[in-house]
């Protein structure tokens, strides 16, 4: 079986192209290790983002994938770390601040590693360039995590905790992603909503495009068992201005 070296990252400019050169240069004679298209984050520097692309590729690659994070979100470095899940044996490497939550609650964490000393002396600009990819790299190839980092607990891992209602991602098309429940549903229920100062009038409808254009709606959401809020053939969230990290509330009328 193909083992995957999947670079999740908010650089999505010429830096995106930097970051797979050197994950291809590193395992170039590896005929079993695929560099994947790289998972964008969006908006650039949200943890809370990548916390659901983490977890949503590793649900959609092979076991024994490699995921890679590369966003830089904090002012003060957090850990960066390398680990191994329990279940489906996913190696995940980038800054211990969220964004292996909700991975490590599904499948757990098996072991977990400092990677501090590769940032120990002068500032390395570009570390996910310089450092995070060529130890990604390294663990795709068979090395040993025990050789690349300093043991740590496991249990270590940064938790976030989101509040039910919390937008995890927002597709192209403005349709948001959502933590939690919305409960006993039937076609046709109405629902007043709120996000922000943003007040929306939506109806369930398993079916968002049978609506007429404009109509909002909850539907059932195609990761993870998620609900989805959106508007049916214009962009919603986008239009809206509403962002990752809100939250929805909501009731039925």
Same mark, same amino acid.
């Given at each position: 079986?193909?083992?995957?070296?999947?670079?999740?990252?908010?650089?999505?400019?010429?830096?995106?192209?930097?970051?797979?050169?050197?994950?291809?240069?590193?395992?170039?004679?590896?005929?079993?290790?695929?560099? /994947?298209?790289? =998972? *964008?984050? %969006?908006?650039?520097?949200?943890? &809370?983002?990548? $916390?659901?692309? #983490? +977890? !949503?590729?590793?649900?959609?690659?092979?076991?024994?994938?490699?995921?890679?994070?590369?966003?830089?979100?904090?002012?003060?470095?957090?850990?960066?770390?390398?680990?191994?899940?329990?279940?489906?044996?996913?190696?995940?490497?980038?800054?211990?601040?969220?964004?292996?939550?909700?991975?490590?609650?599904?499948?757990?964490?098996?072991?977990?590693?400092?990677?501090?000393?590769?940032?120990?002396?002068?500032?390395?600009?570009?570390?996910?360039?310089?450092?995070?990819?060529?130890?990604?790299?390294?663990? /795709?190839?068979? =090395? *040993?995590? %025990?050789?690349?980092?300093?043991? &740590?607990?496991? $249990?270590?891992? #940064? +938790? !976030?905790?989101?509040?039910?209602?919390?937008?995890?991602?927002?597709?192209?098309?403005?349709?948001?992603?959502?933590?939690?429940?919305?409960?006993?549903?039937?076609?046709?229920?109405?629902?007043?909503?709120?996000?922000?100062?943003?007040?929306?009038?939506?109806?369930?409808?398993?079916?968002?495009?049978?609506?007429?254009?404009?109509?909002?709606?909850?539907?059932?959401?195609?990761?993870?068992?998620?609900?989805?809020?959106?508007?049916?053939?214009?962009?919603?969230?986008?239009?809206?201005?509403?962002?990752?990290?809100?939250?929805?509330?909501?009731?039925?009328?």
């Amino acid at each position: 079986m193909k083992k995957y070296l999947v670079n999740i990252t908010e650089c999505v400019d010429i830096a995106a192209n930097e970051l797979w050169a050197v994950l291809a240069h590193e395992v170039e004679n590896i005929p079993d290790v695929v560099v /994947a298209p790289i =998972t *964008p984050i %969006s908006p650039a520097f949200s943890i &809370i983002n990548t $916390n659901f692309a #983490v +977890r !949503l590729m590793a649900d959609s690659y092979p076991e024994n994938s490699v995921l890679m994070t590369t966003i830089n979100a904090e002012k003060v470095r957090p850990m960066n770390v390398i680990g191994r899940t329990k279940e489906r044996n996913i190696v995940f490497i980038g800054r211990n601040m969220g964004s292996f939550d909700w991975l490590t609650r599904d499948f757990g964490c098996a072991e977990l590693y400092d990677l501090t000393k590769y940032n120990v002396g002068q500032f390395v600009s570009f570390a996910g360039k310089y450092v995070t990819a060529k130890v990604a790299a390294a663990a /795709a190839r068979g =090395t *040993p995590l %025990s050789e690349l980092g300093e043991a &740590i607990d496991p $249990n270590g891992i #940064v +938790r !976030l905790n989101l509040k039910p209602g919390t937008i995890v991602h927002i597709d192209n098309f403005g349709m948001m992603k959502f933590t939690g429940d919305i409960g006993p549903v039937a076609p046709g229920d109405r629902y007043e909503v709120m996000i922000r100062d943003h007040k929306i009038n939506a109806v369930y409808e398993p079916r968002l495009m049978s609506l007429e254009t404009g109509d909002w709606a909850f539907f059932p959401g195609s990761s993870f068992g998620l609900w989805e809020l959106g508007q049916a053939r214009k962009l919603g969230a986008r239009e809206l201005g509403i962002n990752v990290g809100d939250v929805i509330s909501f009731k039925k009328i």
